[in-house]
């Protein structure tokens, strides 16, 4: 089993930044792709963005291209998620999620890929 805390949440003025960690541990030697997802209330749980342990592959939601970074520190079993010029839209509870190896992209954005979740982190960007 892997265990993910996520960090980092909070209230943020429109046009801010947040950035949220998440720290692995357990089986992290299990999982490979590593992901961010959001859900606010009465919404489906929506992809992010995600990263892989081993190569650093990541794959961005096109609503947070340009605005979003996900990066990792493997000697930390940590992931970043750097958000910039957050909106009103931003704001939900974000989860951090591990899943295992996938040769290809398609996968990182399906919940099902997924079998670790965080408790999740608050966002909440006013305007």
């Known amino acids: 089993q892997v265990r993910l805390v996520e960090s980092g949440g909070g209230l943020v003025q429109a046009g801010g930044s947040l950035r949220l960690s998440c720290a692995a541990s357990?089986?992290?030697?299990?999982?490979?792709?590593m992901g961010w997802f959001r859900q606010t209330p009465g919404k489906v749980r929506e992809f992010v963005a995600a990263?892989?342990?081993?190569?650093?592959?990541?794959d961005y939601a096109d609503s947070v291209k340009g605005r979003f970074t996900i990066s990792r520190d493997n000697a930390k079993n940590t992931v970043y998620l750097e958000m910039n010029s957050l909106a009103p839209e931003d704001t939900a509870v974000y989860y951090c999620?591990?899943?295992?190896?996938?040769?290809?992209?398609?996968?990182?954005?399906?919940?099902?890929?997924?079998?670790?979740w965080g408790q999740g982190a608050q966002v909440t960007v006013s305007s």
């Open positions: 999620a591990a899943g295992g190896v996938y040769g290809s992209k398609r996968y990182y954005r399906l919940i099902s890929s997924y079998n670790s």
């Open positions: 990263i892989t342990w081993r190569d650093g592959n990541t």
């Open positions: 357990g089986r992290t030697f299990t999982t490979d792709t």
